[in-house]
């Protein structure tokens, strides 16, 4: 199985901050990478697929990069609605699976 | 728009089984698969499994094999997961999700959610 490791566990920050997210993949997925966003007691709210190319109606202040096993979520201007948990999932092979999140506080 | 709604919470004991359902609407419910993930309390997300709601072709997480179950009834726009022999580490909130479908790998991403269901299993 292909493990995914999101870093950091928590991040704090302010209101108009610049953040970047880390998913790092046990292997190669080349770019089959999605980005979720999960509020408390929501479903999770797809963002990113094939590892930057943002999902219509998502924030331009969202953007994701990396390919391989390096991979980035970076929000440009921190606004109040994005404080929530961000999933990584990769969909190169079987099981698909997802990193253990990172959340987004505020500081 | 797109909307996938699921049943209600439940409650089981040790060792029953418990069925989900999932009713697609605002899309051609034959012409995308449906995932079913789950995510204990606090914990992160794991797939289970998914069914393409055209041909009824299934696949699942070999951890799940043998114990979970998706089918889907098209006159319904439903789909719908079973899950067996159910112990307390399957207490956790089920989603069923709308798979965006990759050629090159035959793996899926995930567009659109379901609002959840809880299932907790205790004696």
């Known amino acids: 199985d292909i493990q995914m490791t999101q870093s950091p566990f928590t991040l704090s920050a302010s209101v108009g901050d610049r953040v970047t997210l880390t998913c790092r993949a046990s292997?190669?997925?080349?770019?089959?990478l999605a980005w979720y966003q999960q509020k408390p007691g929501k479903a999770p709210k797809f963002l990113i697929y094939?590892?930057?190319s943002l999902e219509g109606g998502v924030p331009s202040r969202f953007s994701g990069s990396g390919s391989g096993t390096e991979f980035s979520l970076t929000i440009n201007s921190l606004q109040p609605d994005d404080f929530a948990t961000y999933y990584c999932?990769?969909?190169?092979?079987?099981?698909?699976?997802f990193g253990g999140g990172t959340r987004v506080e505020i500081k | 728009q797109v909307q996938l709604v699921q049943s209600g919470a439940e409650v089981k004991k040790p060792g029953a089984s418990v069925r989900l359902s999932c009713k697609a609407s605002?899309?051609?419910?034959?012409?995308?698969?449906i995932q079913w993930v789950r995510q204990a309390p606090g914990q992160g997300v794991e797939w289970m499994g998914w069914?393409?709601?055209?041909?009824?072709?299934?696949k699942y997480s070999q951890k799940f094999q043998g114990r979970v179950t998706i089918t889907r009834d098209t006159s319904a726009n439903t789909a719908y997961m079973e899950l067996s022999s159910l112990r307390s580490e399957d207490t956790a909130v089920y989603y069923c999700?709308?798979?965006?479908?990759?050629?090159?790998?035959?793996?899926?991403?995930?567009?659109?959610w379901g609002q959840g269901t809880l299932v907790t299993v205790s004696s």
């Open positions: 292997q190669s997925i080349s770019s089959l």
């Open positions: 999932q990769q969909y190169n092979s079987y099981p698909l699976t």
């Open positions: 605002g899309y051609t419910f034959s012409s995308y698969s």
């Open positions: 999700a709308r798979g965006i479908w990759v050629a090159t790998t035959a793996g899926y991403y995930f567009d659109y």
């Open positions: 094939k590892a930057s």
């Open positions: 069914i393409n709601a055209g041909n009824g072709n299934t």
